[in-house]
């Protein structure tokens, strides 16, 4: 816990800026982070309305803040209030980490690393040659599909609601049981990147997803950290590798801490942060 009397007029300010966002977990893992590693520094969560954003970004870096997070629903429309991204967050056209130095704000994306950290750690993949097919077509979905293709896996199959968001994907198919049943049958890992598991009520409004053609092998993951969705729940009794959000919160916030700070993150302090935080949730 952060006392009062630990922050001075030296401490930096740190932040995850969305709306909703007093659900992140952000907070938890970063401040874990810097107690661990003795950086005087605070992580506060700020719920920015859309219309507001230019208005916090601008006031984070008039401050002097270290960095910031980004999240929903913002990753997207933050990009014009950066005076520059890298080439990784431009070529996904989604920024979920700010920077601000002598240039000015700068965007970064950590979510794609971050979940090919994850399935390294989590399920041990390698990830040449893997064949991917990924739910939903939002950035989240575009991270998640350049961090695997950077690490060799092949270009994903997307299925999206909305086909025409996804032009940045060389194979998307619609929303529809038979296009995902004939995508899942040469699937060695599926990642649902939608937001219908984020709730019981989502998993309850969805169609359930056809998982008989998934060969025996093939993983299934889910972006959703602070429960476990049906489809993660189904693809577990069927016997298929399965991983939860966690892992890519911890690595992508690990992933913000270097930029931020220029030192190696403590990742197992973050970890215990993210299983406290989830077992507090449970009660």
Excluded at 42 to 64: I, N, Q, S, T, W
Excluded at 206 to 227: I, K, M, N, T
Aim: aromatic share 6%; proline share 5%; charged share 20%.
């Amino acid at each position: 816990m952060i006392r009062q009397a630990d922050i001075s007029s030296a401490t930096k300010i740190a932040a995850v800026i969305g709306y909703p966002v007093a659900h992140s977990l952000s907070p938890a893992l970063q401040n874990a982070a810097f107690r661990e590693a003795g950086f005087d520094a605070v992580f506060v969560a700020l719920a920015v309305r859309p219309e507001a954003l230019g208005d916090a970004v601008r006031g984070l870096g008039a401050v002097g803040a270290l960095g910031a997070s980004v999240t929903v629903p913002h990753k997207e429309a933050v990009i014009e209030h950066c005076d520059r991204v890298d080439s990784l967050a431009g070529r996904i056209g989604a920024v979920n980490c700010l920077a601000f130095d002598q240039s000015g704000v700068v965007g970064y994306n950590t979510d794609a690393g971050g979940f090919a950290d994850a399935l390294r750690e989590e399920l041990a993949r390698d990830m040449r040659g893997l064949r991917p097919v990924i739910l939903g077509s939002g950035g989240a979905a575009r991270a998640v599909a350049m961090g695997l293709e950077d690490a060799g896996a092949e270009p994903a199959v997307v299925i999206a609601r909305t086909p025409g968001r996804a032009s940045w994907a060389v194979d998307v198919r619609a929303w529809d049981r038979a296009e995902a049943e004939s995508a899942l049958a040469g699937c060695d890992l599926l990642v649902d990147a939608t937001s219908i598991g984020l709730s019981p009520e989502g998993d309850r409004r969805a169609e359930f997803w056809p998982l008989d053609p998934l060969p025996a092998a093939a993983a299934v993951a889910s972006l959703v950290y602070h429960r476990e969705p049906a489809l993660l729940a189904e693809a577990s009794r069927r016997g298929h590798p399965a991983m939860g959000g966690a892992g890519m919160l911890v690595h992508q916030g690990a992933r913000a801490y270097r930029i931020w700070t220029g030192d190696d993150p403590p990742r197992e302090a973050m970890w215990r942060a993210m299983r406290a935080a989830r077992a507090g949730a449970a009660r």
